[in-house]
């Protein structure tokens, strides 16, 4: 560019200098990962905690449900060990008594000086009793060694009414103790109030029943009420320190991937004329809440999956077993054959394959994709139809003691390519990824996957492991699903088709760190196919 100086009218060159950004590699993509990290645990740590009480009083509640038989158990053995130990502990104290009226023998002032003399033996009598010289003369005038027994007394006030109990597990030895007592402390005390006498009002006798009660029902009770609160303050620190998902925006603290709808709570009235009890939009017992909020998930999900290929692979996973992703899966595949999408549903968890249990369908034990990838059998044998829906499915069935090795195989690769050449759209129920290695082994084909999440159940930190997993395997994340809501003002909820998850796996879990997630890479994605729409 070229200014003309108004003073020398010269032209001179202006030379222009822009700031250039360096171009990124590699190691520049490693640095804003941990940048990302970095922040994402700044702003974690940095942001104060909220507290939904309703959400927490729901999780309470399930949680109390779910320890029920331990809270009873601690409440039962809390009671009952109060118990044995109150009534083996228990034992008897009699207790003899004597009132008598406290007399001198000065001739002025009689009662003056008989209420002065029963006020000055109620003092003096703690001293001696202390001092062990009563004990000592009563110990004598019986030939024991030592006197055991509580000795008490006391004087009505304003009167010279005075009373010595004395109480012992033996009922005869109170009694004894107690006559002593009465000869012999006149005389202890006459060297500190002089001569004194005393006339008996009233004696119990050898006492036949003991003065303290077995208590053992009420510590029983006391027990028991201790234990139940103990319970109740452990559930509390239970839930407190679980973390777990309550609702959408939680996850979103986490990830920039889409929140593709909720999964409410569908529960089914079993009768013994009903035959289907699966949770699925084909089944009309299913509540329309249910069907409306797949159909919502599969319109958010197609959107996102559909066009990035001529058959897009999705995998539909979750962080812990026992989250539903089976039912979505499952319910996403008969949601795209119900528009008319050629779909082919893979069941990829060999160690549990459920899709077929999930559906309601029986399908024979060795017809299953271990035997397809064993070589047994091709894979259009293994394929079922699924009632009149444009689905396939490819059954997990089949044993094996190799799981990850069959699907690192180069079968795999092959089968997966002719999937695809005979469907719009092939979905793969995945492993849990937070849990297992296999699901690590479907990343170099999958096109997108979606979470699912268990409302108040997955906690954040499991949720993070499964965003991290993703990151590291570079799979696309089309968005979560958060199952389990219950319809309501709350929306907060449990999910009663839980029994379609995952049992207990008998080759054992993989191992994953714990990390921070950013997903980037998807929503660059994204917002790259929109502006080309655009």
């Known amino acids: 560019m070229f200014i003309r100086d108004s003073a020398s009218g010269s032209e001179a060159a202006m030379v222009t200098v822009t700031d250039t950004a360096p171009i990124a590699g590699q190691n520049d993509e490693r640095e804003q990962k941990s940048m990302n990290r970095e922040t994402y645990e700044t702003y974690s740590a940095a942001e104060p905690e909220k507290i939904d009480l309703i959400a927490f009083l729901a999780e309470y509640f399930q949680a109390f449900q779910k320890f029920f038989f331990g809270v009873l158990a601690l409440?039962?053995?809390?009671?009952?060990?109060?118990?044995?130990?109150?009534?083996?502990?228990?034992?008897?104290?009699?207790?003899?008594?004597?009132?008598?009226?406290?007399?001198s023998n000065r001739a002025v002032g009689y009662s003056y000086y008989d209420n002065v003399t029963a006020e000055q033996l109620g003092k003096t009598f703690p001293y001696l009793v202390t001092s062990g010289v009563l004990k000592d003369v009563v110990a004598r005038d019986l030939g024991i060694g030592v006197v055991t027994s509580e000795i008490q007394a006391s004087v009505m006030e304003n009167t010279n009414l005075f009373t010595i109990r004395v109480r012992d597990a033996s009922p005869e030895t109170a009694y004894r103790v107690m006559?002593?007592?009465?000869?012999?402390?006149?005389?202890?005390?006459?060297?500190?109030?002089?001569?004194?006498?005393?006339?008996?009002?009233?004696?119990s006798g050898v006492p036949a029943v003991p003065v303290n009660s077995q208590d053992a029902l009420r510590a029983g009770t006391y027990g028991a009420a201790a234990g139940l609160a103990a319970a109740f303050l452990l559930l509390?620190?239970?839930?407190?320190?679980?973390?777990?998902?309550?609702?959408?925006?939680?996850?979103?603290?986490?990830?920039?991937?889409?929140?593709?709808?909720?999964?409410?709570?569908?529960?089914?009235?079993?009768?013994?004329?009903?035959?289907?009890?699966?949770?699925?939009?084909?089944?009309?017992?299913?509540?329309?809440?249910?069907?409306?909020?797949?159909?919502?998930?599969?319109?958010?999900?197609?959107?996102?999956?559909?066009?990035?290929?001529?058959?897009?692979?999705l995998l539909v996973t979750s962080a812990v077993p026992g989250e539903g992703k089976t039912t979505a899966a499952v319910n996403l595949a008969e949601a795209f054959a119900k528009k008319k999408y050629r779909v082919v549903l893979l069941d990829g968890d060999l160690r549990n394959p459920s899709?077929?249990?999930?559906?309601?369908?029986?399908?024979?034990?060795?017809?299953?994709?271990?035997?397809?990838?064993?070589?047994?059998?091709?894979?259009?044998?293994?394929?079922t139809d699924c009632r009149d829906l444009t689905l396939k499915i490819l059954p997990g069935a089949g044993s094996t003691q190799n799981p990850a090795g069959l699907l690192r195989s180069v079968r795999m690769k092959t089968m997966i390519e002719s999937l695809k050449e005979e469907a719009d759209l092939l979905i793969i129920d995945t492993p849990p990824c937070g849990v297992l290695s296999d699901a690590a082994l479907f990343g170099g084909i999958a096109d997108g996957a979606v979470l699912v999440v268990h409302q108040g159940t997955t906690k954040d930190r499991e949720v993070r492991r499964a965003l991290e997993f993703f990151e590291d395997s570079q799979i696309p994340v089309c968005g979560y699903v958060l199952n389990?809501?219950?319809?309501?003002?709350?929306?907060?909820?449990?999910?009663s088709y839980g029994s379609y998850g995952y049992g207990k796996y008998g080759y054992g879990y993989g191992k994953y760190g714990y990390g921070k997630e950013k997903e980037r890479r998807n929503s660059d994605r994204t917002a790259r196919e929109q502006g080309g729409k655009a």
């Open 75 to 103: 409440v039962i053995l809390a009671g009952g060990g109060s118990f044995l130990t109150a009534k083996l502990r228990y034992q008897p104290v009699y207790e003899a008594y004597t009132s008598f009226v406290v007399g």
């Open 179 to 203: 006559k002593s007592v009465i000869t012999n402390y006149p005389e202890v005390a006459e060297y500190i109030i002089g001569a004194t006498t005393l006339m008996v009002v009233d004696e």
């Open 236 to 313: 509390f620190l239970y839930v407190r320190t679980r973390k777990t998902i309550h609702w959408a925006d939680d996850i979103k603290k986490l990830t920039n991937a889409a929140f593709l709808g909720n999964l409410p709570q569908a529960k089914i009235k079993k009768r013994s004329s009903v035959k289907e009890q699966t949770i699925t939009i084909c089944n009309p017992k299913v509540p329309d809440a249910f069907k409306e909020a797949v159909q919502l998930i599969r319109t958010r999900t197609e959107d996102r999956i559909i066009g990035k290929s001529d058959c897009p692979v």
């Open 355 to 383: 899709v077929m249990k999930c559906m309601g369908l029986i399908g024979r034990k060795e017809r299953g994709i271990a035997a397809v990838l064993k070589g047994q059998m091709d894979w259009e044998e293994a394929l």
């Open 484 to 495: 389990g809501v219950q319809e309501g003002t709350t929306g907060y909820g449990y999910s």
